[in-house]
């Protein structure tokens, strides 16, 4: 197995994320060997770009963990809208309508984290 993995290795192109605007640059890491219940990836927006509005409920019932690294953004849940920049965190739980967008002039970077909640 190798265990060390280079973010320009496993890199998706994501257009029109949840419906939302632009192209997101997903990064993914260890997504075929990993035994984690979760899923790790670094999420790269240009500005302008947006994670539509979305809810993870029913068969998909997800949390998500933001941690955002460079840039300046907003996010959206459940109706209230939030700036959001380097060093900020963000937990979308099941079952919340949920997106962002990047609203600097700079791209918008930042780790994603999903996986079913517990019980």
């Not at 197995?1 to 998706?12: G, P």
């Not at 192109?13 to 993914?28: A, Y």
């Not at 260890?30 to 994670?51: C, D, N, Q, Y």
């Not at 509005?53 to 998500?64: F, I, N």
Request: proline share 6%; net charge negative; hydrophobic share 35%.
């Amino acid at each position: 197995m190798d265990w060390k993995q280079h973010e320009a290795e496993d890199v998706i192109l994501h257009e029109g994320l949840h419906e939302g605007d632009g192209t997101v640059t997903r990064r993914r890491f260890f997504a075929e060997t990993s035994k984690l219940p979760v899923k790790i990836e670094v999420w790269e927006l240009p500005p302008g770009a947006s994670e539509g509005s979305h809810v993870h409920d029913g068969d998909d019932q997800l949390e998500e963990f933001y941690y955002f690294i460079e840039g300046n953004g907003v996010m959206w849940m459940d109706g209230e809208e939030r700036t959001v920049g380097a060093g900020d965190a963000v937990i979308a739980p099941p079952g919340v309508d949920h997106g962002f967008r990047c609203a600097g002039d700079k791209p918008l970077k930042l780790v994603i984290a999903w996986g079913r909640p517990r019980e």
